[in-house]
């Protein structure tokens, strides 16, 4: 199951590149209710925790609070949508937490607005707590993880006869897990906080390098057991997940004593040297901004145009946003030309010079390979091509993964004929393995670009 093997890069371009292998989640808080099913307190800011944990674990993440049952179905629906859009590879997680009870050995999920004063309401008002995994089958989710932190105390139990507290087991289905925050026929506690103890520790294990799914929930139950005095149990309902994958991988980063401090090429006479380090991405939310204006200034001047597919971006990105700054050791600039919103195909972008060049290079950064299944890079392709397009010169490698030592940091070079010019280099990138995304970045990185004018003149 490659997507979790190789996420600890594909987390780090969660913000603003591409993953490697997709993951959607939906987050539902359910928290204003009224007086005959119970207002909640915690569950709209449960939801707002477990969404910024699934942020940081590389999960595309929708949020909805306080829905009625047509909203939480559409929801639900969305969730299979953007699973299928994402391609067979994708996991998927459905996160609730709110008012949810058992009756006849059924789990519904409770939404805001619901009027159960019998049994034949329950059916009627709530939804079958296993709905959302035929959305996320219906979806092709290759993984489907539903975590339900809800069962908390509703007056419902004392009205309904068939009401039980806790849910029932699950069967099992595909490769999925269903989590819930406390065991069969006890209540899970809203909480004296700001959170419930459930979404508080489950919050705190998702980000967790390197630690097991399984391993995950077990340290989950023991914090809420440990919290609440033994008062409520998490456990798991139902698993039949292949393997104990880490939920988030751990990178561990050394710079040795002998690792250069710069890999610039040898600048002729009259080269222009562009590192980038001047972008203002430090200053971004999302630690990238626009490329197109920034090529436009210094002292090599450039321009976009030729951007595939429709909706990508050329962005510069900073290496902080890289997962923290430890999966790419860049040498020269914290700032790398990247493409972001590519949908894992092949992509490409064209930079044109203001002036022609007999040699263009440009740097890929050094990367770390400390996951379980190494790291892979996108294939990627460089052409020069001459102001009336001929290709000039041409360089690519295949894409590649790597285990155990590092992808090193190269240097590439582009060289025009004697008697022609390079205008412009067009560079294209796939991280596809024949028509599955595959590799951890969706595009090349660049950290530094170099340009040897015609003659050595520079001009612009």
């Not at 709110?98 to 009756?103: A, D, M």
């Not at 894992?344 to 290079?361: D, G, R, Y």
């Not at 892979?376 to 020069?384: E, L, V, Y």
Request: hydrophobic share 40%; charged share 20%.
């Amino acid at each position: 199951m490659r997507f979790w093997h190789i996420a600890a890069l594909a987390v780090a371009l969660s913000s603003s590149i591409a993953r490697a292998e997709p993951r959607v989640a939906l987050v539902i808080g359910n928290s204003q209710y009224d007086d005959r099913l119970g207002a909640l307190a915690n569950p709209a800011r449960d939801a707002d925790l477990i969404a910024a944990s699934l942020k940081k674990s590389g999960f595309e993440v929708e949020r909805v609070t306080d829905a009625d049952r047509r909203t939480m179905f559409r929801a639900m629906a969305r969730l299979g949508q953007r699973a299928r859009a994402a391609g067979s590879n994708a996991t998927a997680l459905f996160y609730y937490a709110g008012h949810g009870l058992q009756s006849k050995t059924v789990n519904y999920l409770v939404p805001v607005g619901a009027q159960i004063e019998s049994e034949a309401d329950i059916q009627i008002e709530s939804i079958p707590a296993d709905s959302v995994l035929d959305y996320m089958e219906e979806g092709g989710a290759a993984n489907s993880i539903v975590i339900l932190d809800s069962c908390r105390n509703t007056p419902v139990v004392r009205r309904v006869r068939s009401v039980r507290a806790g849910f029932a087991p699950i069967e099992k289905r595909g490769s999925a897990l269903i989590a819930v925050s406390t065991s069969q026929g006890e209540y899970a506690l809203d909480g004296d906080g700001e959170n419930s103890p459930y979404a508080t520790a489950l919050a705190r294990e998702m980000v967790v390098p390197g630690e097991g799914i399984l391993d995950m929930f077990l340290n989950v139950r023991k914090a809420v057991l440990a919290e609440t005095r033994g008062a409520q149990e998490p456990t798991e309902l139902s698993n039949s997940l292949r393997e104990n994958f880490p939920f988030t991988v751990k990178v561990e980063v050394t710079v040795t004593a002998q690792q250069p401090t710069i890999a610039a090429p040898a600048l002729a006479p009259g080269t222009l040297a562009r590192d980038f380090s001047t972008v203002p991405t430090g200053t971004s939310s999302d630690g990238t901004v626009m490329a197109g204006p920034y090529l436009r200034d210094g002292p090599v001047l450039m321009q976009l145009r030729d951007v595939s597919p429709s909706g990508s971006e050329v962005v510069f990105i900073n290496n902080r946003a890289l997962y923290e700054g430890k999966a790419v050791a860049p040498t020269i600039s914290q700032n790398m030309l990247t493409m972001r919103s590519t949908g894992n195909v092949a992509a490409s972008f064209t930079l044109t010079l203001a002036v022609p060049a007999e040699k263009v290079s440009f740097m890929i950064p050094r990367m770390f390979p400390e996951t379980p299944s190494g790291i892979t890079f996108p294939a990627w392709k460089a052409t020069a091509l001459s102001a009336g397009g001929s290709e000039l010169d041409t360089r690519s490698r295949a894409l590649g993964r790597r285990f155990g030592t590092d992808i090193e940091r190269e240097v590439v070079t582009l060289r025009a004929p004697a008697f022609e010019g390079i205008s412009a280099i067009r560079f294209e990138s796939d991280p596809r393995l024949g028509t599955t995304p595959f590799a951890a970045f969706s595009a090349i990185l660049i950290e530094g670009v170099w340009v040897e004018p015609m003659n050595g003149k520079p001009g612009g």
